[in-house]
């Protein structure tokens, strides 16, 4: 008999961090059309790979949970409801479900390394992370650029390539 090895507590986590994949998921393809409705397709383009990039992570996820002998939940997504005016509001929405995903992957990480001392979950959510302290940076990196440029259409074509 195929035996689960992740402990309950660890599989909660798994299933919240999976609802927050998806969510990101959604919010970005939802950054996305917003953007494209105001004519910045480069932007566009960038958040649509984000949007691709979060359901990759939650396919990570979801690998993990199954090598462990699990099944992971596929939760519903709430409504999107962000209103996305300009770059500047799209970054903003961006910069804090970055943190909110940065703080969610710490709290993890704590809580499988020194409560539950499941280590081979800890290191596996050690990579998140990392991926969300990199993404964090990135988006204030854009934001600060945004700031600081000022030509909207030189920033579009700037995240056009960081979607490349």
């Not at 090895?5 to 961090?17: G, I, N, Y």
């Not at 910045?40 to 939650?58: I, R, W």
């Not at 964090?136 to 490349?164: C, N, P, Q, T």
Request: charged share 25%; proline share 1%; net charge negative.
């Amino acid at each position: 008999m195929l035996k689960n090895l992740l402990k309950p507590e660890m599989k909660a986590w798994f299933d919240k961090s999976a609802g927050s994949e998806l969510y990101a998921h959604h919010l970005y393809q939802h950054v996305a059309n917003n953007l494209q409705r105001i004519g910045l397709f480069g932007a566009q383009e960038y958040f649509v790979s984000e949007s691709n990039s979060e359901l990759e992570h939650y396919r990570k996820l979801a690998d993990f949970v199954n090598d462990m002998g699990s099944v992971i939940s596929v939760p519903a997504v709430e409504k999107i409801t962000d209103s996305i005016s300009s770059l500047s509001s799209a970054l903003d929405v961006a910069y804090e479900a970055e943190y909110e995903l940065l703080f969610q992957y710490q709290k993890f990480y704590e809580d499988a390394f020194f409560k539950s001392k499941d280590y081979a979950t800890a290191i596996f959510v050690e990579e998140y992370v990392k991926i969300q302290t990199q993404s964090v940076g990135e988006v204030a990196d854009l934001i600060s650029r945004l700031k600081l440029g000022g030509d909207i259409y030189a920033m579009d074509k700037f995240m056009k390539k960081l979607a490349a």
